[in-house]
């Protein structure tokens, strides 16, 4: 059984089904130095993971006892990674809501499947729609280096500063007015600026990152890519 032995105010993670998903993000938790529990029906994708945590649980099923005497109750966040079987998907979320568990997310495959779960309490994330969404926006500009949509209004994009900025400082552009975009930092030859100036003169090679929603980047790369 899990016990809690976590210091200080770290986050320990139970990652419930281990597909393409769920394999995924029990290894970039581990990766990153979260304390991490496994969970799935299948021994062989459960051994795969072993050498990234002890807390390794081979159940022969999803229902609540079995949860429980993993002690996938001391974890602070439980993820459900199964979208696929829906009526798994939504019992394993109601048995990890009841079980008391502080933050529980659920990989979603539909607006329908993710309305039923965050009607049971979790947080719901959709990994195919949101990866095509990001996939789009990349194939949608060349300057476009990567996106995340964090909601409806907010995103966060990587882009090559486009050629209408370069030789013009941030208050003269300001992106910020014109069109509603924050920047959040500009990487040049691997050098990252977090703090970046308004007399900051932008430079041919520039990434830039800006926040802000996905309408105002299309203004922005319009008018980036305008003569």
Request: contains cysteine.
């Amino acid at each position: 059984m899990f016990n809690n032995t976590k210091k200080g105010s770290d986050k320990n993670y139970a990652i419930i089904g281990l597909g393409r998903f769920g394999h995924a993000l029990a290894l970039e938790l581990a990766q990153e130095g979260a304390e991490i529990m496994v969970i799935d029906k299948d021994e062989e994708k459960v051994r795969g993971l072993r050498d990234y945590t002890e807390n390794a649980f081979v159940v022969d099923g999803y229902d609540k006892k079995a949860l429980e005497d993993t002690g996938v109750r001391n974890c602070d966040v439980a993820v459900v990674c199964i979208g696929e079987k829906i009526d798994i998907s939504i019992l394993m979320t109601l048995n990890l809501v009841s079980l008391g568990i502080p933050q529980v997310i659920a990989k979603a495959t539909s607006e329908e499947h993710g309305e039923i779960l965050r009607k049971l309490g979790a947080e719901v994330v959709y990994p195919e729609r949101d990866m095509a969404v990001r996939l789009a926006h990349r194939l949608e500009s060349a300057k476009i280096l990567d996106y995340i949509q964090l909601s409806k209004k907010v995103n966060i994009s990587k882009l090559i500063v486009p050629d209408k900025l370069i030789g013009k400082s941030v208050q003269e552009v300001d992106l910020r007015k014109r069109f509603g975009l924050n920047i959040i930092a500009i990487e040049n030859n691997e050098n990252v600026n977090q703090n970046v100036m308004p007399d900051y003169i932008f430079q041919g090679g520039d990434v830039l990152f800006l926040s802000g929603s996905a309408d105002d980047f299309n203004r922005m790369l319009d008018w980036g890519e305008s003569k």
